[in-house]
């Protein structure tokens, strides 16, 4: 899509798409901006959905195309990045204030608008400011285990695990703690759904405060620069999406191979984390973690807090039906607490 033809789009959404979409682009959930507005978060969806397809992107979005959303926020990266910080001004300052999309503010130096985005600073666990998160259980040893791997020289860690295991949210608690800058590259959930290197690339390198390159090979190298004199995790998540059957990447997404060369280099201060059920087979230096499933102390701790009763032998024989799994942990708990009335054994 033409920046004329972005622009026109833009225009022809509707107030309320144009009020969803600001929420969007502040980093907000589905259930939050549901909240904010007073709808579900299925109407929110739908919304997220028609604006893709207005804005060009045909696939649109489904309920968990983080691709297809992640290409969205590439393309107010390329053609409103200022879009991008306004939004979270509006929201944490401005609240008051008339909303970004309703103005007529453009920018016609691509350059100029990529400098003006600011680094997203990340803050940190909140067990660092003497808070503890009761939604991160049970991960210590594996927090350990990854900084044992980086200080032997790890530069890319993949963390294997089945679904619903927990992975993504290690990486991302990881990252949080360790790093102020974190750069993401979600792959997407489906194979159809799967993002372009070139606009993750794009909007990254924009949130760094980089102008992108013409050519995908320059704006790689302005990457690697910028990694080689700023201490950033990166987190590449979902990677099997767009792995064939040997482990390798499929033909039309082999451009991710070139971002973790670069990524592998021992010249860049980057730690990137890949999440994946399945094992990368590239030949990279890529070192690999094997993330077990939550013990029942994690489950334990877990459901008292949820102020589920946890001492007694049918919580052991739940924990070992599902094998420990995290997710599972979690969705049990809503039926006991609003159906059984926190009671395990009813």
């Known amino acids: 899509m033409t920046k004329q033809g972005f622009e026109r789009a833009l225009q022809k959404l509707t107030p309320k798409r144009r009020e969803v979409l600001e929420h969007f682009l ?3 959930s589905d259930e939050d901006i549901a909240q904010s507005l007073y709808i579900s978060k ?7 959905r028609n604006i893709c397809q207005e804005l060009g992107l045909k696939n649109g979005c489904n309920d968990d195309g983080t691709s297809q959303r992640a290409n969205l926020i590439a393309l107010f990266a390329q053609y ?43 803050p940190l666990n909140k067990e660092d400011s003497g808070e503890s998160d009761h939604n991160f259980v049970g991960r210590d040893d594996d927090i350990a ?24 949210r290690l990486a991302q608690k990881y990252l949080e703690i360790r790093f102020k800058t ?61 792995l064939d059957g040997s482990g390798k ?3 039309q997404h082999r ?36 993330l077990p499933s939550l013990n029942i102390e994690a489950w334990y701790e877990y459901w008292h807090h949820q102020e589920i009763n946890p001492d007694t032998p049918i919580l052991t024989e739940i924990h070992k039906a599902y094998g420990g799994n995290a997710l599972a942990m979690k969705v049990l708990c809503n039926p006991i607490l609003n159906d059984f009335n926190g009671d395990i054994i009813a």
């Not at 299925?42 to 997220?48: C, F, G, M, N, W």
């Not at 979600?186 to 690339?201: F, T, V, W």
């Not at 971002?259 to 201060?269: A, E, H, P, V």
């Open 26 to 28: 502040a980093g907000k």
């Open 42 to 48: 299925s109407t929110v969806r739908q919304h997220i």
């Open 80 to 122: 409103k990045p200022e879009f991008l910080q306004q939004a979270t001004l509006t929201e944490g300052e401005n609240k008051g204030s008339e909303s970004i999309l309703l103005s007529n503010t453009s920018t016609d130096n691509k350059q100029d608008a990529c400098v003006t985005t600011q680094i997203t600073e990340v």
């Open 145 to 168: 285990s990854l900084d044992k791997l980086i200080n032997k020289g790890a530069k890319i860690i993949q963390i294997i695990a089945p679904g619903g295991t927990g992975k993504t």
């Open 182 to 242: 974190v750069l993401e590259f979600p792959i997407g959930k489906e194979r159809k759904d799967i993002a372009l290197i070139d606009n993750l690339l794009e909007f990254n390198l924009c949130k760094l405060g980089e102008e992108p390159g013409q050519e995908f090979m320059v704006s790689l190298q302005r990457l690697k620069q910028k990694l080689q004199t700023q201490e950033i995790g990166i987190s590449i998540d979902n990677l099997e999406t767009a």
């Open 249 to 251: 990447f499929i033909e």
């Open 255 to 290: 451009s991710y191979v070139e971002l973790l060369r670069i990524l592998t280099d021992s010249s860049i201060k980057s730690i990137t984390l890949i999440t994946s059920r399945e094992r990368l087979c590239e030949g990279l230096d890529i070192t690999l973690y094997k």
